[in-house]
């Protein structure tokens, strides 16, 4: 009976191991594939306006600074503003640019922005993005660099950020930085927070029997940089901070993986809140929207949209896409919620 009890044990205890290794290598497929490179799109298939667009009226400097292997790009935007210094840190899946109606707004206000495509993002070097926890470690070499630049170290810093970059930016005041005050809008805790809520969204309850496997794919691809937390970043400053998110957010949980969500845990005196609660404008992104866009998007952009995937799917030929985009009012697609700006320049300006 002990030997057929101990052969039991022996292969469940195998047939874990293999189940385990089969799950890593599958996770590890799969990380590589979302975490790929976050080029920016083909011009013909968005409506975003970029760096042409703005050239005249905000010309830039163009400056590199290496993260790990990969030179990053980055650009000094408002170079005859002394405001202060703004250095931004923008989202997965592209890069700065796609915040230029934000950046251009805050130029307008006085302030000098160092802005960066980070790694395997936009005009920057790498073959991925890697993973979450890379965001921080860019925003690191980016303020390092700001440091030993004569054209960025004169002013006072200001760290503002936005999803992937809205983790980096609270999570970056973990390192020794002089940084006045810190925006972090619809930011995460830390990475195992948020991928282990991805997958929980993706799969439900199978997605959290993975939790193991992505808990050390991160820690293998990290190491002890893995579990940088964005809330000790802001308890250990003590600096001035100010937390934005959408309460209807399906990207980062509002209740869940969230920066906001661990308020309780926050223990510096300076942090204030801003929770977007405003229907239609209280998502991932969609806070940044005006209101004449909100309205615009409700009546013209989403039924066109349906009626393109009622008739093709998932598979809109390019042709009928590129009529899409063509379609859209740039001017409202590229507003930016006068409300934001405000929030941010007021936020900033009172640090100074």
Not at 254 to 259: I, L, P, R
Not at 290 to 302: D, F, L, R
């Amino acid at each position: 009976m002990k030997k057929v009890l101990k052969r039991v044990f022996i292969a469940l205890f195998l047939f874990l191991i293999i189940s385990f290794v089969i799950a890593y290598i599958i996770t590890s497929k799969e990380m590589s594939k979302s975490f790929g490179r976050g080029d920016y799109p083909d011009r013909n298939k968005a409506a975003t306006w970029f760096y042409d667009h703005y050239e005249n009226e905000y010309p830039r400097e163009e400056v590199s600074f290496k993260s790990g292997d990969n030179t990053l790009k980055g650009y000094i935007y408002g170079m005859d503003n002394n405001k202060g210094l703004i250095v931004f840190a923008h989202g997965i899946g592209s890069g700065h640019e796609m915040y230029l109606s934000l950046i251009t707004r805050l130029v307008d206000c006085g302030w000098r922005v160092f802005a960066y495509d980070a790694t395997g993002s936009g005009y920057s070097e790498g073959e991925g993005t890697k993973g979450l926890a890379q965001s921080v470690l860019d925003l690191d070499n980016a303020l390092t660099y700001a440091e030993s630049d004569a054209r960025l170290n004169i002013l006072d810093k200001f760290v503002l950020g936005h999803s992937w970059g809205g983790y980096a930016a609270a999570a970056v005041l973990n390192f020794d930085h002089d940084v006045k005050a810190d925006i972090t809008m619809s930011g995460y805790n830390t990475p195992f927070e948020e991928l282990s809520e991805t997958c929980g969204v993706r799969y439900g309850f199978w997605g959290k029997l993975l939790d193991p496997v992505v808990w050390l794919y991160n820690k293998m691809e990290f190491g002890s940089n893995s579990s940088i937390s964005a809330v000790d970043g802001i308890n250990k400053s003590g600096i001035p901070v100010l937390v934005l998110h959408g309460n209807d957010d399906d990207v980062i949980g509002y209740d869940g993986a969230s920066v906001i969500a661990h308020k309780s845990e926050i223990t510096n005196p300076n942090v204030e809140y801003k929770v977007f609660d405003e229907e239609g404008r209280n998502g991932h992104n969609s806070y940044f929207y005006t209101p004449e866009y909100k309205k615009y998007k409700e009546e013209v952009i989403n039924p066109k949209r349906e009626e393109l995937e009622e008739k093709y799917g998932d598979d809109i030929p390019d042709d009928e896409y590129i009529k899409f985009v063509d379609m859209i009012v740039k001017e409202l697609y590229n507003g930016t919620n006068d409300e934001l700006v405000e929030l941010i320049d007021e936020f900033f300006s009172k640090n100074l």
